[in-house]
Nanobody, 124 residues
Framework: QVQLVESGGGLVQAGGSLRLSCAASGRTFSGYGMGWFRQAPGKEREFVASISAYGGRTDYADSVKGRFTISRDNGKNLVFLQMNSLKPEDTAVYYC?????????????????WGQGTPVTVSS
């Protein structure tokens, strides 16, 4: 079992920045690829970013490339999502997820563990 708890969401103006954190507990954190997904009101959950188990590879949705950065600290069991140049369309609940795959994955069905989500609201 892996337990995930997100934090860092909130209200920010367009053009601003937020840093989301995800704290993991349970099984060996470094054995899991990690991902961030989001779900906007009335929309399906979508992939945002993922990072491989040891952080050597990252992958991003086209909509966030160049603005968001995913990183991880395996010593502290943390994964981060730095979000810059935020846009109103980034408004969503952001979820952290863990997959036993060591590489990156944009397929949410590969992820067996999910946090409760943290809301992000970007005002125009």
């Amino acid at each position: 079992q892996v337990q995930l708890v997100e934090s860092g969401g909130g209200l920010v103006q367009a053009g601003g920045s937020l840093r989301l954190s995800c704290a993991a507990s349970g099984r060996t954190f470094s054995g899991y690829g990690m991902g961030w997904f989001r779900q906007a009101p009335g929309k399906e959950r979508e992939f945002v970013a993922s990072i491989s188990a040891y952080g050597g590879r990252t992958d991003y949705a086209d909509s966030v490339k160049g603005r968001f950065t995913i990183s991880r600290d395996n010593g502290k069991n943390l994964v981060f999502l730095q979000m810059n140049s935020l846009k109103p369309e980034d408004t969503a609940v952001y979820y952290c997820a863990a997959t036993p795959l060591w590489s990156t994955s944009s397929d949410q069905h590969e992820y067996g563990y999910w946090g409760q989500g943290t809301p992000v609201t970007v005002s125009s």
